[in-house]
């Protein structure tokens, strides 16, 4: 589940990792009064104004903005605020701002020059650690930074019998040139920015940039998190901050179903079940010359029920040319699919595109006899290169 940036940096503040302070708004006219609370607290008279999506890149996208007055940050907020924020994360169609946060600004003037850093923290899958990744090439695309200096991304991984040792927190610190206050900030922010991950049971931190201010202060200027979907129900308040309106419709109707839905810009709908089914699938639609339009995991236990929804699901997509449907029966019986078919079709009514439903496994044959006898306008298959083939004719 991914949340704002002022939720992140309010579970980041939870676990005492340093965050400027910030208060979100919905109404440019709460602008002025946000920004002297902030003001009130902090003695700082410049504000950061930043929009609310779920995509990076949004200050070169225009949604970020440094005010220097109680005026600027309200016509900021309001230029802001509503606002189709267009990003290299949103695509071209943009999201929509809804809310804003007014922050305090850390550029300030002092003895030291300012820093900023990229620091990140996730599962290495091959390992199976965590794994803390920073870089001295902070506020910049981490992807760039990889593939221009790849030599100057470094990686801490953690025993997860021990945790995070202050002797890794240390070597972070160095390796990043730190030194006296600064150095023992950053010891500490790696510390608490590490026990926030694990004890949120997030899939990823990323701070970028981590901000080291003229008087060697270390905060999280920005934040990205992301949290387990699977371990939400032991956080409640977190699942508290979902926010629907970011994300898409048809992927909210899919897990109302139990689908795992993710949408795509093909022309061929696919209904499969199981995860490494559906990306062979994927991979067969292109190699016929088609380009799937969406990944759809009906999972284990497929019915009549749960076809007739994945297939309203991919219709409400007008780019969907044909729909393939690639079942393996293991748990679930072929002809049990196989007339759930039949059921979903006739339930929904005239379906102006092809339908290819490919059966292998437990009462393939079964299922098959039952597509063909439908009457239907449902293309049978038995092998994967022949629905590949009727995708190819078809579309």
């Not at 340093?18 to 006219?29: H, L, R, T």
């Not at 500490?188 to 003229?214: G, H, M, Q």
């Not at 297939?311 to 393939?324: G, T, W």
Request: charged fraction near 25%; include cysteine; hydrophobic fraction near 40%.
């Amino acid at each position: 589940m991914n949340i704002h940036e002022y939720q992140a940096k309010s579970i980041l503040k939870e676990f005492g990792v340093a965050v400027p302070e910030g208060i979100v708004i919905e109404d440019a006219n709460q602008a002025i009064e946000a920004a002297k609370t902030i003001q009130q607290r902090t003695g700082m008279d410049t504000w950061a104004v930043k929009a609310q999506i779920h995509a990076g890149g949004r200050g070169k996208g225009g949604g970020v903005k440094i005010a220097k007055s109680l005026d600027d940050a309200k016509k900021f907020a309001s230029d802001i605020l509503g606002m189709n924020l267009v990003t290299h994360q949103t695509g071209p169609k943009g999201k929509k701002v809804h809310k804003v946060l007014i922050e305090q600004g850390i550029y300030y003037p002092g003895e030291s020059e300012v820093q900023e850093f990229y620091m990140s923290v996730l599962l290495n899958r091959s390992t199976g650690r965590n794994i803390i990744m920073y870089s001295t090439e902070g506020g910049m695309d981490i992807e760039t930074v990889a593939e221009k200096t790849p030599h100057l991304i470094y990686k801490e991984e953690v025993d997860p019998t021990l945790g995070i040792q202050a002797y890794q927190a240390r070597k972070v610190a160095f390796n990043l040139g730190l030194s006296g206050n600064a150095l023992k900030d950053m010891i500490k922010f790696v510390i608490s920015l590490y026990t926030a991950y694990e004890r949120s049971d997030a899939s990823l931190f990323e701070i970028n940039p981590v901000f080291k201010t003229s008087d060697n202060k270390i905060f999280a200027a920005d934040a990205k998190v992301n949290i387990d979907d699977n371990a939400l129900y032991r956080h409640k308040d977190y699942e508290a901050m979902r926010d629907i309106s970011e994300e898409d419709p048809t992927e909210l109707e899919a897990g109302k179903h139990n689908l795992n839905f993710v949408k795509l810009d093909g022309n061929v709908g696919c209904m499969v079940n199981g995860a490494g089914l559906a990306m062979a699938t994927m991979d067969i639609i292109k190699l016929a010359g088609g380009d799937p339009a969406n990944f759809l995991d009906v999972g284990g236990t497929a019915n009549a029920e749960t076809v007739e929804a994945g297939f309203r699901i991919i219709l409400k997509d007008p780019n969907v040319k044909a729909i393939l449907i690639n079942i393996f029966g293991g748990i679930v019986r072929c002809d049990r699919v196989a007339q759930g078919v039949v059921d979903a079709y006739k339930a929904i009514g005239l379906i102006k595109i092809p339908v290819i439903v490919r059966l292998q496994g437990t009462n393939a044959e079964e299922g098959k006899v039952i597509i063909d006898k439908s009457g239907l306008k449902v293309y049978s298959a038995i092998t994967l290169q022949e629905a590949a083939d009727l995708v190819k004719d078809l579309v």
